[in-house]
């Protein structure tokens, strides 16, 4: 099974100020057919399901803030808002859509300082 | 609109069994892959099962191999989870999530919670 190593646990960030969350998988998940990583981010708000943000490691699903960005190198990945906004409280999840079991971080909770 | 509706969530003892349903609609619910993800209370998200598009390939996570069954019905847009010998580990909310590799279309949940 490919493991999902992210950092840190909790965060917390001032209104305005960026955020920064990362992820790692324990090995490649490099698609070989349009060469792009097999990388997904999800928020997650109390009470919610989880939404999808982030999805080929760096495309930003419809809909979805543009101060929210993706980026990879390897097998490290990092998700960005840049500017924190009071409804960014939420738990983020990183997660490989590469191979089953698909397989979650075990997500980090995004304060307000 | 996109919709994905569980039902056939509750309390059930351990070792019984319960049947999980997931009603499609807003989507062209034959194209997509299907997907069982579930949250135990205060934890995070676990993926359980998926289905391709007709229904003849599935794959399981080792925790629910051979005691959980995924099936679907395209003629009813509707995604099914036979889950038996339940555990109380198996305690979680089951999100429904239509994919396109990515987990891009996700219902509210149902809750499951097994206890004697």
């Known amino acids: 099974d490919i493991v999902m190593t992210q950092s840190p646990e909790s965060l917390a960030v001032s209104l305005g100020e960026r955020a920064t969350i990362n992820c790692r998988s324990s090995?490649?998940?490099?698609?070989?057919?349009?060469?792009?990583?097999?990388l997904a981010w999800y928020q997650q708000k109390p009470g919610q399901p989880p939404k999808l943000l982030i999805y080929?490691?760096?495309t930003r699903e419809s809909g979805v803030p543009d101060r929210f960005s993706g980026s990879e190198s390897g097998t490290d990945f990092t998700l960005t808002i840049s500017s924190l906004q009071a409804e960014d409280v939420a738990v983020y999840y990183c997660?490989?859509?590469?191979?089953?079991?698909?397989?979650f971080g075990q997500g980090t909770k995004l304060e307000i300082k | 609109e996109v919709q994905l509706v569980e039902s056939g969530g509750g309390l059930v003892q351990p070792g019984g069994s319960l049947r999980l349903s997931c009603a499609a609609s807003?989507?062209?619910?034959?194209?997509?892959?299907m997907h069982w993800v579930r949250q135990a209370p205060g934890k995070g998200l676990v993926w359980v099962s998926r289905i391709d598009t007709d229904g003849r390939t599935t794959n399981y996570a080792d925790s629910v191999k051979g005691r959980f069954t995924i099936s679907r019905d395209n003629a009813k847009n509707t995604m099914y989870l036979q889950m038996n010998s339940l555990r109380a580990e198996d305690t979680a909310v089951y999100y429904c999530?239509?994919?396109?590799?990515?987990?891009?279309?996700w219902g509210q949940g149902t809750l499951v919670t097994v206890s004697s």
């Open positions: 807003g989507f062209t619910f034959s194209s997509h892959w």
């Open positions: 090995q490649s998940v490099l698609y070989s057919s349009n060469n792009k990583n097999k």
């Open positions: 999530v239509g994919s396109e590799f990515y987990l891009g279309k």
């Open positions: 997660q490989q859509y590469y191979s089953t079991p698909y397989t």
């Open positions: 080929w490691a760096s």
